[in-house]
């Protein structure tokens, strides 16, 4: 089941009052597909769930009339709507007229229903586990979409359109989670929050793992490094003569232990040598013998 029906499903189980109701129905009937047949106005959704609350919508606040047929077309149900031309025209005249009135005076209660009807016609989320977020809805008739668009940027919505699809989307995670939040998709929001922080939390594991990795491959380099030079040191009895006692040691533990951490070089010198140094003084050393090979 994808993610899109999973909100949607959740939307249905919310208790909506009459008002609320013929605002989800209409948004959702004024952006949904429809054709005209013999004095019907048809729709259909794949849905069972979604299908049952819009029909119920549909006889309570449309017609008693209405009828539904269920037709399986490649292993998938499909349930259409019948619903009387007159009556439907006569619902959608009356509320245009309300919802444009919702939009003037800012009635966010009520957008939030006309948000809800939008996602339950052509709304689609992808998983929360794809690489990127996306949140989609559509808004055929221009003037609503630009009164939606202009009164959810207030509630911090910065959506997006996509003119070829006639869409508009957002893709930032905390948008997205707040839009939910905004239709009442509860168990759908705690999913795709939980699925950002597990998300975030592997990836800053991962991020301290190529750190470490990246400062033991530094480490081992230095250290080859070192002992090449130490190597280079023996060999030229000139510049060895002048090193002190400290020095040799510390040349010689390099030389027996290449690929040893300077905190190793450091715990090697005090324990066999009884000498105290830090990781400066390893690296002055080697910086020092190097300019002088």
Known sequence: MSFSVEIKKSLTF????NEQEKIILYSYLKN???HTEDGFIICKNRINKVSRFIFS???NNISSNTKINVKTLREYKNYYFYIP???????????????????????????????????LSKGYMNTPSTKNY??????KELNEEEK???????LGFDWKKIKQ?????????KMISDFLKFINAVDATLAFEDHIINRDMFNNINRLNNIDISNERKSLSTSLKQKATAEEIIKNETIYKTLNN???IILNLRLNNPEATYLEIIKLAKNEHNLNINKTYIHNLFKKLSNNK
């Open 14 to 17: 919310y208790n909506y009052n």
């Open 32 to 34: 949904t597909t429809t």
């Open 57 to 59: 919508l549909i006889k």
């Open 85 to 119: 031309k007159d009556k439907f025209l006569n619902f959608i005249n009356t509320m245009k007229n309300k919802v444009n009135n919702i939009f003037n005076k800012n009635n966010i209660l009520l957008v939030r229903s006309y948000s809800v009807g939008l996602f």
């Open 134 to 139: 996306h949140l989609e809805l559509k808004i």
């Open 148 to 154: 939606f668009l202009k009164l959810t940027k207030k």
């Open 165 to 173: 699809k006639k869409a508009i989307y957002i893709k930032k995670p």
């Open 246 to 248: 400290k020095e040799t």
